[in-house]
């Protein structure tokens, strides 16, 4: 909110504005030499000038626990509660102080939009991060929801959202957003309220909590993360087409299956046999979706491939000039981001690469260089044609400046067609080469696909409640031998009478 153009953008959008401690967070002079659940000494330190009562101090080695202070002996003593149970010795740690912070007028502010019926929309994790597992929830939320139901005496409703998304630093990547039903909160939980805070606030938490898990894929990782993806597509039966929300709905209960499993022989042996179909993808260049339609035939497989080439030659051609004009710009944010990305990560306790800062950094600096960068193009554009009449110019820099930006988004749209062609051809030059590869792979996944069914037949009812009544994918009919023989009859038949 402080920020110029940001500020006066949240301001217009009726953001409320919420400070964050570890916005504010500074560095504290000196180490920390001991550390307890109740008390901290310290080497060089001056906590009676840096620290106040409330404020919380952060180890930056030793320990992720937080010890709120409750009380300052002198510059190298603190009295401070935490969950740290073990002693800590010889740290020699630097630490970072975070002040407490007094958010009555901003829970005053949600409360009366509440009141009137708005809508409020807040992240309960705190913060963003790259994981891929939720972090635990904040009190804010539910402080937030009980207070207004005590201050005013009206219920208050809650819709989780989940963000699923892969690679979502990348650009033009997906992301599916999935909306939970309305939950509206017991008025019980704000009479609680009212008397015990704590067990109201840890009660709700409680139900936010499952029911965000009900819209999010959540696994320890990003290489599970993306072998539950692919598990899914392997488990589904070939010609069934599933919505976006049975899709995601399956998602969910693979890698809950795969949490429960995870240690199970079959389960391990399984992901790893996924894992390895999936390096087998990525060298010949496809998805598991291409897999069914890619052909054997060398004939087929060599004019795929050279027309594949031409279309990306013909679109790169298209978007050359186009990529010569924004590859500097996008080589500049690019560098702005990761630079902002590794600061986010030394501040930060819970990402893992800081690849959440880098799509929404490159969309603020960009908004803030293009539009110079436009200006100073289009007076460049319009100084060349300066031997036409002033009236020329102009219509022609009006002109170039609405077909410009027309032109830049075929740009992009051509970049991405040229470089999936270019895929097509590394993928066919792949199969040109080695022709057998596409039956192993064919193989493999049809081997990989009775394993999934199996596996989810057997153990589905343990993971999810009433498995067979709620399918998602309907159960495969098994065939006796008897149909069997028949079925072998009948095109035994037909291949005599050449059908």
């Not at 008390?39 to 106040?52: E, L, R, S």
């Not at 087409?241 to 299956?257: C, K, W």
């Not at 052909?295 to 050279?306: D, G, P, R, Y």
């Not at 990761?338 to 600061?343: A, D, H, V, Y």
Request: charged share 25%; proline share 3%; glycine share 4%.
């Amino acid at each position: 909110m402080r920020k110029r153009f940001l500020g006066s953008v949240a301001r217009a959008m009726k953001a409320i504005p919420v400070e964050r401690a570890q916005d504010l967070a500074k560095n504290g002079v000196g180490v920390i030499m001991f550390a307890s659940a109740e008390k901290i000494i310290g080497d060089g330190t001056t906590f009676k000038t840096q620290v106040k009562k409330g404020d919380t101090i952060k180890l930056k080695t030793g320990s992720k626990s937080d010890f709120v202070v409750t009380d300052v002996i002198s510059d190298t003593e603190l009295v401070v509660s935490s969950d740290n149970h073990q002693d800590l010795t010889s740290l020699k740690s630097p630490f970072r102080i975070l002040p407490k912070l007094d958010q009555t007028q901003m829970y005053n502010a949600v409360w009366t939009a509440l009141d009137q019926g708005q809508c409020i929309g807040i992240f309960p994790e705190g913060g963003s991060h790259d994981r891929t597992d939720l972090l635990p929830l904040k009190a804010g939320a539910c402080i937030m929801a009980l207070g207004a139901m005590v201050k005013y005496g009206k219920p208050v409703s809650i819709v989780t959202a989940g963000l699923n998304y892969f690679k979502g630093h990348r650009f033009r990547s997906k992301v599916v957003v999935e909306f939970n039903k309305c939950y509206t909160i017991p008025m019980e939980l704000a009479e609680l309220y009212k008397t015990n805070k704590r067990d109201a606030i840890a009660n709700l938490l409680k139900d936010i909590e499952e029911k965000l898990r009900d819209v999010v894929v959540s696994v320890p990782s990003f290489k599970e993360l993306s072998a539950v993806y692919l598990a899914r597509q392997l488990y589904v039966t070939d010609g069934t087409v599933l919505s976006r929300e049975q899709e995601s709905l399956l998602n969910r209960r693979l890698a809950t299956g795969y949490k429960a499993f995870r240690d199970h022989p079959e389960i391990t042996l399984l992901f790893t046999q996924i894992r390895e179909y999936n390096t087998m993808l990525r060298n010949l260049g496809v998805n598991d979706k291409r897999v069914k339609s890619l052909s054997t035939s060398f004939l087929e497989n060599f004019i795929t491939m050279a027309y594949s080439l031409l279309v990306a030659i013909v679109s790169s051609s298209f978007a050359l000039p186009g990529l010569i004009f924004t590859g500097p710009i996008a080589l500049i944010l690019r560098y702005l981001s990761e630079k902002e990305r590794r600061k986010a990560l030394a501040k930060s306790d819970v990402k893992i690469y800081g690849r959440d800062v880098i799509a929404s950094h490159k969309i603020i600096t960009a908004l803030s260089i293009l539009p110079i960068v436009f200006t100073i193009f289009y007076a460049a554009f319009y100084y060349i044609f300066r031997e036409f009449s002033r009236k020329h110019r102009l219509l022609f820099t009006i002109f170039f400046s609405i077909l410009w930006p027309l032109y830049l988004y075929l740009m992009i749209i051509s970049s991405g067609i040229a470089l999936t062609n270019f895929r097509i051809v590394k993928s066919r030059v792949f199969l040109l080469i080695y022709p057998d590869y596409i039956s192993r792979l064919r193989e493999r996944r049809a081997e990989l696909h009775k394993k999934i069914q199996k596996f989810v037949d057997e153990h589905g009812a343990e993971v999810v409640k009433n498995f067979e009544e709620t399918r998602v994918v309907p159960k495969p009919v098994a065939i006796s031998k008897r149909e069997s023989q028949r079925f072998d009859e009948v095109f035994q038949t037909l291949e005599e009478m050449k059908i």
